[in-house]
C-alpha cells in the first residue's frame, strides 16, 4: 500500500491551534505569541499548511522580500510521527514555486544554532549555511541559510492579496472567538467550539 500524498493548502482559521501547538512544542522561547497571532490574523495567505492523508501534520509560513530577491521563510515545523515522510521537502518545493511565482530567485531562512536536527535538514536540502548571527531581542544565536530556487521552477501565484474587508472580516472573526489576546488557552477553546 503506497503512503498518502503531501498536499499543501492554505492555512485557515481551523488550523490555528495546530499551529500554535506546533511553534509551543518545536520554538519554545522563540516565537512570541502575538507574533504569531498577528502572522494567522493579517497574513495567513502567507501561511501554509500541509496534510498526509487529510490530516494536518506540518506548516510554513514564508514572507515574499522582493528588494532582496528572496522568499523567507519564517517558520517551519512538521509533527515528529510525520518526519522523514518528505512533508518538509515538500513544504519547500511549494516555497519554491511560490518564490517562482513572485519573480524571487531564492529561499533563505535562519536556523537556531542549537536546532543540529534542522541545521542538517537544511544541509540535505540544499542550502548553503551562511553567518552566525547574535538576535539581542531573542538573546539567542541563529545561522542564516539561502538556497537559489532552480531555474524553471513552475510558478505558483500566492493569489490576490486580500482585500481590506477580508482582513477586518478575519479580524472580527478573531474577536468573536474570544482569541483577541492570543494566548494558546484561548486558541485551544476557541478551536474545541468552532469544531
Given at each position: 500500500?503506497n503512503?498518502?500524498?503531501?498536499?499543501?493548502?492554505?492555512?485557515?482559521?481551523?488550523?490555528?491551534?495546530?499551529?500554535?501547538?506546533?511553534?509551543?512544542?518545536?520554538?519554545?522561547?522563540?516565537?512570541?505569541?502575538?507574533?504569531?497571532?498577528?502572522?494567522?490574523c493579517?497574513?495567513?495567505?502567507?501561511?501554509?499548511?500541509a496534510?498526509?492523508?487529510?490530516?494536518?501534520?506540518?506548516?510554513?509560513?514564508?514572507?515574499?522580500?522582493?528588494a532582496?530577491?528572496?522568499?523567507?521563510?519564517?517558520?517551519?515545523?512538521?509533527?515528529?510521527?510525520?518526519r522523514?515522510?518528505?512533508?518538509?521537502?515538500r513544504?519547500?518545493?511549494?516555497?519554491?514555486a511560490?518564490?517562482?511565482?513572485?519573480g524571487?530567485t531564492?529561499?533563505?531562512?535562519?536556523?537556531?544554532?542549537?536546532?543540529?536536527q534542522?541545521?542538517?535538514?537544511?544541509a540535505?536540502?540544499g542550502?548553503?549555511?551562511g553567518?552566525?548571527?547574535?538576535?539581542?531581542?531573542?538573546g539567542?544565536?541563529?545561522?542564516?541559510?539561502v538556497?537559489?530556487?532552480?531555474?524553471?521552477?513552475?510558478?505558483?501565484?500566492?493569489?490576490?492579496?486580500?482585500?481590506?474587508?477580508?482582513?477586518?472580516?478575519r479580524?472580527l472573526?478573531?474577536?468573536?472567538?474570544?482569541?483577541?489576546?492570543?494566548?494558546?488557552?484561548?486558541?485551544r477553546?476557541?478551536?474545541?467550539?468552532?469544531?
Open positions: 500500500m503512503p498518502s500524498p503531501v498536499s499543501i493548502r492554505g492555512a485557515g482559521p481551523q488550523d490555528w491551534a495546530f499551529i500554535h501547538a506546533l511553534v509551543a512544542q518545536h520554538f519554545t522561547g522563540l516565537v512570541a505569541e502575538s507574533a504569531l497571532c498577528h502572522w494567522l493579517h497574513e495567513s495567505h502567507r501561511v501554509f499548511v496534510e498526509l492523508g487529510g490530516r494536518p501534520v506540518g506548516f510554513i509560513h514564508v514572507q515574499p522580500r522582493p532582496a530577491g528572496e522568499l523567507w521563510l519564517n517558520l517551519i515545523a512538521v509533527q515528529a510521527e510525520a522523514r515522510g518528505g512533508v518538509a521537502a513544504l519547500l518545493a511549494h516555497c519554491e511560490l518564490a517562482a511565482g513572485q524571487l531564492r529561499l533563505a531562512l535562519q536556523c537556531h544554532v542549537g536546532n543540529p534542522g541545521l542538517a535538514f537544511y540535505r536540502a542550502f548553503l549555511r553567518e552566525q548571527h547574535h538576535d539581542p531581542e531573542i539567542q544565536d541563529f545561522v542564516r541559510h538556497r537559489a530556487v532552480p531555474p524553471g521552477t513552475v510558478a505558483a501565484a500566492f493569489g490576490a492579496a486580500p482585500s481590506i474587508w477580508a482582513g477586518r472580516l479580524r472573526r478573531y474577536r468573536l472567538r474570544g482569541m483577541g489576546r492570543g494566548t494558546l488557552g484561548e486558541l477553546s476557541a478551536q474545541r467550539l468552532s469544531g
